[in-house]
């Protein structure tokens, strides 16, 4: 909570009634992304924020995947390879949007979504309030004047707190989707 972007995010939040103090912020915050829930057949294998922000290999397939600084420093120690990419946002300054293809340490991802050139913290923010906003739905937003939309998912089979779901994924997807 020490960046702009999340106190902006928790102000906003709070002005919708969404919460009641920061600290119920926060720690819904650590349960939605870094609460562990199973994908396969192990009790406790996977998070939101890992599935998002690190990627996953589940039945011989990336998954997840989203975040561009992790690709870029996987390419650059020569375990990502990527295909072919499409440059999706319209604008002409960061952050931007990039579509692509690309195997990840023998494993294949058909395909993926990023931002480029944007802050962990301002996609944190931004996945966080789609998801609390409109869970399991696609969420127009406007960046820079430019309609966006980001798509979340929720993790159905497992909850925490009083019946609420965990993050299961959340990527920037083409606003015309």
């Known amino acids: 909570m020490k960046t702009a972007v999340m106190k902006e995010l928790y102000s906003f939040l709070r002005h919708q009634n969404r919460y009641g103090s920061q600290q119920e912020f926060v720690e819904d915050l650590k349960n939605m ?11 406790g294998d996977s998070s939101g924020f890992e599935h998002v922000f690190s990627g996953e290999v589940k039945k011989g397939k990336v998954t997840g995947f989203h975040n561009w600084i992790r690709f870029y420093l996987q ?29 990840w340490d023998g494993y294949y ?29 696609k969420c127009h937003l406007s960046l820079g004047g430019y309609p966006l939309a980001i798509q979340t ?25």
């Open 75 to 103: 390419e650059k120690e020569g375990l990502l390879d990527y295909y072919s990419h499409n440059y999706d946002g319209p604008w002409d300054s960061y952050p931007d949007v990039l579509a692509m293809q690309f195997n």
């Open 153 to 177: 998912y929720t993790w159905d089979k497992t909850t925490y707190g009083n019946g609420k779901k965990y993050i299961a994924t959340a990527y920037v997807v083409s606003s015309t989707q």
């Open 33 to 43: 992304w870094f609460g562990l829930y199973s994908r396969g057949n192990e009790e």
């Open 109 to 137: 991802k058909e395909v993926g979504s990023v931002f480029i050139g944007s802050s962990p913290e301002f996609e944190f923010a931004l996945y966080s309030l789609c998801f609390i906003t409109r869970p399991g739905k």
